[in-house]
């Protein structure tokens, strides 16, 4: 089987993006991530992408739908049913053919819990390809200033899983560092919580893949995920309402990342006794039902601001990636941020 017909194969299935990497372009690269931890054998990593509808965000660009972004882009359908679906076809193509395909989740890698190696020499559970380091590998793309993953067709509207196995392919050739992220630091101007250091702050992560060096920015994941996940007043609707006092803005937080996690699901998802003022009997009920509604289990409140509308509306402005729409630029009005102190009841 060449790459034409195992691409082929995959238009076929509906996978918006392929690429194909061989093992050595994961040199260098911790046991703990890469990806002949998990398949000794290992001689090709195929990623395969999914668009992320720019329709999807419309509702929390405008202030008024969370459902949608959730529900089918962000942790929801195209994570949990729509990527796996062409995923999953493709692994049962590469094993009718005779060689083993271990379809690859990228689950949530901040998770350690400090396990021990089962065996002699391994490196212990659970393994966490990064995907997105993957996804450079394979040529699809590049990591964005913001450290989010862009693609000459779709910039950073994507989600991606890959297939691990002992097939072996001629590598796709790599992106060029700088050929899709411009450095035009929309991202930094865009994110709510200042999580993005400037590209003058000199706050950066570099990695080199054959002979090209790529780099991002060094993302303070706490004010990020503090931001993302419900933990600040300016950028989720419903924190006010139910939680009256909370006055938090993640910018002017310096919380580790599982601290940030911790305090917004905790307090997201939580339940509590259902009184006169709050009969709900959650703490955020708008939180805690998008998260159950999330189908994947998870919910995005800032909604990728800075990170991925902003980065998505210049590239697309600019004319740097493939799909353009004809209605012109995403960002169409004035962005709302509420404010982060109000009155209590």
Known sequence: ????????????????????????????????????????????????????????????????????????????????????????????????????????????????????????????????????????????????????????????????????????????????????????????????SKAIPHLKENKKIRIKIDNNIYEWADIHFGKCTLSYHGGDSRVSPFIHRDFPGWNIDASKQDFSEETAYKFCWTLSTGKWRKTNEFSSGYIIEGHAMIQKWGEGGSFGICGSRGCMRSCFDWLEKQEKIGQIFKSGRFIKRKRWLLPYRVKSK
């Open 1 to 192: 089987m060449d790459k034409t017909k195992l691409k082929d194969f995959a238009a076929q299935v509906k996978a918006d993006l392929i690429g194909i990497a061989n093992i050595e372009r994961f040199y260098g690269i911790p046991r703990q991530h890469h990806p002949s931890s998990i398949l000794p054998e290992a001689k090709t990593v195929i990623v395969v992408g999914k668009r992320i509808l720019r329709g999807g965000w419309r509702g929390v660009e405008e202030g008024t739908n969370w459902i949608s972004y959730t529900y089918f882009d962000y942790h929801g359908l195209l994570n949990t049913l729509f990527i796996t679906e062409p995923l999953y076809h493709l692994a049962c193509f590469i094993e009718d053919h005779g060689y083993e395909a271990i379809p690859y989740y990228p689950g949530v890698p901040e998770a350690r819990y400090g396990n021990k190696p089962l065996r002699n020499g391994q490196v212990a559970p659970d393994i966490n390809l990064a995907i997105r380091i993957a996804g450079i590998c394979a040529g699809l793309g590049e990591i964005g200033w913001s450290k989010v993953f862009l693609t000459e067709k779709f910039g950073p509207r994507q989600r991606l899983h890959a297939i691990i196995t002992d097939l072996e392919f001629e590598p796709d050739q790599l992106v060029k560092p700088g050929s899709i992220c411009t450095k035009c630091m929309r991202c930094v101007e865009g994110c709510p």
